[in-house]
């Protein structure tokens, strides 16, 4: 739950980003169609679409909003590296337990 929670508010950042970028004139993202989006929900559509590496091809970003897709992708990465080293931990931790428990079942065991 708490790595959805994470994932959720990058995207959401990132959309406001994006959002801020077009509205400073920095960068935008652009439809096939080349009309600029500037809807906080298509914004927020397309950083979803960035984070979770969907990519459709309907929107291009440009200018300072491709650097913004850069740390946003890089933010996935982080993610989800973060989130594999945390499954490993946990399952390291688990079989050591189960080791020493069988370890002390068998030692103490002998003097039953």
């Keep these: 739950m708490q790595i959805a929670l994470i994932s959720l508010a ?12 077009e509205h400073l004139d920095w960068g935008h993202v652009l439809t096939r169609e080349g009309k ?4 906080f929900a298509e914004l927020l559509y397309f950083s979803m679409g960035t984070f979770f590496r969907i990519g459709y091809g309907d929107q291009v970003p440009t200018d300072l909003s491709r650097w913004i897709v850069g740390l946003e992708a890089l933010c996935n990465f982080l993610v989800t590296l973060v989130y594999i080293a945390q499954l490993v931990a946990d399952s390291m931790e688990r079989s050591i337990v189960n080791k ?13």
């Design 10 to 21: 990058i995207v959401i950042g990132f959309a406001f980003c994006y959002w801020l970028a």
């Design 36 to 39: 600029r989006e500037t809807a």
């Design 100 to 112: 020493t428990r069988e370890r002390l079942e068998n030692l103490f065991g002998r003097y039953e």
